[in-house]
């Protein structure tokens, strides 16, 4: 019972968070390049306004067009409840990282499918660009995160793998987690669209990826979707945290256990969306066909971080 309560509680909190952490990330790239900004409360601005609006639908769509919005909030709700955020309780058996995978994988198709339904010449040359992208992010992803179970003893369970990380104590920062949480980060700004692979505020449509296959939404439709994207990125972000480096995650249900891990999960989060900052203010986007030699990169070192587990 705890499980599911604490899975709630983390769930509620992530998807209110999202939009503050976005915010926070516009907020510090605007200050990184001399420019005020907007307010950092602006997403929840923006979301609620969607919420209100009506939506123009295509006349080349079908009902998939209205429906995917709501697959996709519906499958970052799933795991937000199935990642850890201040505490390692998670609603099990479900929390599994093969899952989760595959429910990643299942937005990201979705999206390209709502692209695909709009009828828009972008959205599919934007759902083009996701899937060629997919090709080798799915990979990196999943053996990075098959490095980490291993490291940890094998369990793919996600509230074990903190638990076994911090009974290893001081041997926990190896080469394999040190080149698994590497190999995550890259994969991390792929998979929510982020610079170097995509510019998430371009509206040159010859250059959109993320944004192409969203140029048909509208309304409440667009408002989820951005929602989702928040979400996904709070999601990342959160696992990055508390599966490489899950120092202060609460292990009990206690008080003082919960606000420590609350407090340190904030303070982490808060470095990673810095780190993006910084990363997007000083790196260009990469061209579309230099994008798959940083991913290679990406599962070289994810390849790498499972050879060292048998080598060292």
């Not at 509206?203 to 979400?231: A, F, N």
């Not at 609350?262 to 303070?267: F, K, V, Y």
Request: aromatic share 10%; proline share 4%; with cysteine.
């Amino acid at each position: 019972m705890i499980d599911l309560v604490l899975s709630v509680i983390q769930a509620i909190m992530m998807i209110a968070l999202a939009p503050l952490f976005a915010g926070i990330l516009n907020k510090a790239k605007a200050r990184m390049q001399h420019r005020a900004g907007s307010s950092i409360f602006q997403p929840y601005r923006d979301v609620a306004k969607l919420m209100r609006k009506s939506e123009n639908i295509s006349e080349s769509s079908s009902w998939l067009f209205r429906f995917i919005p709501y697959v996709c909030f519906g499958s970052m709700l799933l795991l937000s409840l199935m990642t850890p955020f201040f505490s390692a309780y998670v609603a099990a058996p479900y929390g599994d990282l093969i899952s989760m995978v595959y429910i990643f994988t299942l937005y990201r198709f979705m999206m390209v499918l709502g692209g695909l339904e709009g009828g828009s010449v972008f959205g599919g040359m934007g759902g083009s660009r996701e899937m060629m992208m997919s090709v080798l992010i799915e990979p990196s992803l999943l053996l990075s995160l098959m490095a980490l179970a291993g490291l940890t003893g094998g369990s793919t369970m996600i509230g074990d793998i903190p638990r076994e990380l911090i009974g290893m104590g001081a041997i926990v920062l190896t080469p394999a987690l040190v080149l698994a949480a590497s190999s995550f980060f890259i994969t991390l700004l792929a998979e929510n669209s982020r610079v170097p692979f995509d510019n998430p505020a371009t509206h040159l449509e010859l250059t959109m990826v993320h944004e192409g296959m969203l140029i048909e939404y509208s309304g409440r439709g667009l408002g989820l979707m951005d929602l989702s994207s928040m979400m996904r990125l709070m999601i990342f972000s959160s696992m990055f945290c508390t599966m490489f480096f899950p120092w202060g995650i609460a292990l009990t249900a206690s008080p003082s256990a919960v606000l420590i891990g609350l407090a340190s999960i904030l303070i982490k989060v808060l470095l990673v969306t810095l780190a993006i900052a910084l990363i997007e203010s000083y790196l260009a986007k990469y061209r579309l066909f230099r994008l798959p030699n940083l991913l290679t990169a990406s599962f070289a070192l994810s390849l790498l971080a499972m050879i060292s587990l048998y080598i060292l």
